[in-house]
């Protein structure tokens, strides 16, 4: 082999390990035997919430611990961990003030001898302070999101008939005040519904309903549903809007491998993706966030890394 191509190919290794890639692409996690997922734009669009789990080990005998909330300061990488216990804290969204977080507790209960397993709603400071239970859920809950525009919260909740939160089971999407005030549904029916993500104005939300149209547009104040072709998509989940509500994220796998993020255009519903990126990096794209300032995406890896994505670098021509 030449010298040249031993160069280049030294140079691609380097990128590699130094969790760098195409231009515009940034792996951002603290990297370790851990893994990242989560990830939520502060409204100021200069911190990053997240949660961080330890990896699983079979081989070796090491059970994960309970996940923990963490914060990035983007502009420094520097974080700050949030909470530290022995139950599993997960799924921050920011309050529209920045100051707070809503995130989903899930911990083991151990009753004459049997092993119960409770989730909860909870608040915290930014700054890891007044960490404080707003709704006991009496059924598997999921997924908060803090409404941009005033005091809701959005979250899924399994059926009454339903004990496990899987993808499959029966669901639907609820508000809650944060004092844990004036809980009521938002919608009905026995099917799954997944990820409730608010619109810029507060006055809709998107989700994922189990459907032959999973991809859902809800009015809030009227509970009106409208469902979005996706055409030749696969897997379609995660949506968000965009920043300007024009159109909708959403991963889903296509010819690359893993998923890929795609963006729905609401006007006129063409669909095309999102990003510019080689097909193999940065790898499987899930839980897009768009910064507010409309510059950068956040996104996972496998559910187990961090990257953001520049948009003005990255963007799909």
Known sequence: MSNERWSVLAILLVLL????????????DPGGDY????????????QI??????IYDKEKGRKAPGCELFVLEVATRQTRQLTDNAV?????????????????????????EMQLITDSLRLIHADGSNDTEIFP????????????????IAFQMVSASTSAATSEAPANLYLIRSDGRDLRPLTQGTQPVWRPRWSTDG?????????DQPLRVIDVASGQETAFDLKETRGADEPIFTPDRSGVIFSAYGAAKGKRLYRLNLSDGSIGLLLNAADDYPPDMK??????????????SFYEKLYTADWEKTRSQ
Not at 20 to 26: F, L, T, V
Not at 49 to 54: E, I, K, L, S
Not at 138 to 143: I, K, W
Not at 287 to 300: A, K, L
């Open 88 to 112: 599993s804290d997960s799924q921050p969204t920011w309050s529209p003030d920045g100051l707070r977080l809503v995130y989903r507790r899930e911990e083991a209960l151990i009753t004459h």
């Open 203 to 211: 006055k809709q939300i998107v989700f994922r309903r189990s459907a």
């Open 35 to 46: 893994v990242y997922a989560n990830p939520a734009w502060s409204p100021d669009s200069r």
């Open 137 to 152: 859920c009496p059924r598997s809950c999921n997924l908060p999101a803090w409404s941009p525009s005033d005091d809701q």
């Open 287 to 300: 839980e897009p966030d768009w910064s507010p300032d409309g510059r950068q995406i956040v996104f996972s």
């Open 49 to 54: 919430a997240y949660t961080r789990c330890a």
């Open 17 to 28: 390990l130094s969790g760098c890639g195409p231009e515009g692409y940034a792996r951002i």
